[in-house]
C-alpha cells in the first residue's frame, strides 16, 4: 500500500521512508451516513426522507525517524508545512495493486501537534485527522463521453449509439455508460454550439436537462456543473444562464448512476437538438466514484 498527499502539483509521499511511514489508518471505509426523518405531533414512529453522506474525518498514523537530531526536525517542520491550514483542499491518494483511489481534505484538530510522550530521540509516532468535505473517494483518471456527428467515443466508455439524423443540421443520439463506481458521479457536461433546443435525457432514470427554447450559437457553450453542491449553468462568457434551464429540469438527481441502483450499472444518456453543424457536441467528463475502499 502506498499513500500520498498532494498540495497544488506536488506530490509528498507518506509511506516510502523518505518523510515518513504508515502505522496505521482509520476510516477510510463507508463513510458516515445520516437518514432524514420528520415526525407529525400524532405520529407513531418516524417518516424516512432519504440521507445523506456526512463528511468524514481520515486518521493517519505515522512513524518518522531520523538519523540525527537536524534531521528529526527537518521532518517535522515538512510536515508541520505540508498538512498546515490553507483555503485550498490537500489530496489523499491511496495506491495498491493498481487500484487508485484520491480524496480531497484539510488536516483538523490537533494534527501534528507532536507529544514527547511519543517520542524516542529521534523517532516519533504522530497522528494527522483529514476532514474530507465530500467523503467520496475518486479514480482519478476522468472518463470523457462525446456526443456529435463523428459519433466520437474514449477508451474508456462501452458505447452503444443510436444516431437518427433527419437532414444534416438534426442530431438525436444515445450512448450507454457503464459505470465502475460504487456512488453517484455528478458529470460536468459541456454544450458546444450551434444548437437549438438541446435536450440531455438520462433514458435509464428519467431525469433531463431540457433547453427547448434556447440557441447556442457557433463558437459559444454552456457548461453544466453539477458536481458535488455545484448546480451552475454558464455560458462562454462566464455568465449564468440557469434560467434557460426548464422547469421540470432535474439539476439535483441528473447524474451517473451505480448498480445496483441501476442494472449493471448502466446509464443510457440521449441528446437531441436541431440547427448543428460539424463543431456542434456535447462532452460528458464524468469520474468513477467511490463511498469507501
Not at 517520542?119 to 465530500?134: H, L, T
Not at 437518427?164 to 460504487?182: E, H, N, P, V
Request: hydrophobic content about 35%.
Amino acid at each position: 500500500m502506498a499513500l500520498s498527499w498532494f498540495i497544488g502539483g506536488t506530490e509528498y509521499s507518506l509511506s516510502d521512508r523518505t518523510l515518513c511511514y504508515p502505522l496505521g489508518h482509520k476510516n477510510l471505509g463507508m463513510a458516515p451516513i445520516r437518514r432524514l426523518e420528520e415526525r407529525g405531533p400524532l405520529q407513531n414512529g418516524v417518516t424516512d426522507r432519504g440521507y445523506r453522506y456526512d463528511a468524514r474525518v481520515i486518521i493517519l498514523s505515522l512513524g518518522i525517524h531520523g538519523n540525527n537530531v537536524a534531521e528529526y526536525y527537518a521532518k517535522r517542520t515538512t510536515l508541520i508545512n505540508i498538512f498546515k491550514a490553507r483555503n485550498t483542499p490537500g489530496r489523499l491518494r491511496f495506491t495498491m495493486d493498481g487500484i487508485v483511489r484520491e480524496i480531497e481534505g484539510h488536516a483538523v484538530g490537533d494534527s501534528l501537534g507532536f507529544d514527547d510522550a511519543n517520542r524516542q530521540n529521534v523517532y516519533e509516532r504522530i497522528a494527522v485527522a483529514i476532514k474530507c468535505s465530500d467523503p467520496r473517494w475518486y479514480d482519478p483518471t476522468m472518463h470523457t463521453v462525446t456526443f456529435n456527428l463523428g459519433g466520437g467515443e474514449d477508451a474508456f466508455v462501452v458505447p452503444y449509439e443510436v444516431p437518427y439524423k433527419m437532414g444534416a443540421s438534426t442530431i438525436d443520439l444515445s450512448r450507454t455508460i457503464t459505470y465502475l463506481g460504487t456512488v453517484r458521479s455528478y458529470p460536468t457536461i459541456r454544450i458546444t454550439g450551434p444548437i437549438t433546443n438541446p435536450v440531455i435525457v438520462h433514458n435509464t432514470t428519467g431525469f433531463k436537462l431540457d433547453f427547448t427554447g434556447t440557441t447556442i450559437a457557433d463558437g459559444d457553450w454552456y457548461e453544466i456543473d453539477l458536481g458535488y453542491a455545484g448546480n451552475t449553468i454558464k455560458d462562454k462568457a462566464g455568465d449564468s444562464v440557469l434560467n434557460d434551464l426548464s422547469n421540470d429540469s432535474d439539476l439535483v438527481e441528473f447524474a451517473i448512476e451505480p448498480a445496483p441502483d441501476v442494472a449493471g450499472g448502466v446509464n443510457s444518456i440521449q441528446v437531441t437538438g436541431s440547427g448543428i453543424n460539424t463543431s456542434t457536441k456535447v462532452d460528458v467528463n464524468y469520474y468513477d466514484m467511490y463511498i469507501g475502499i
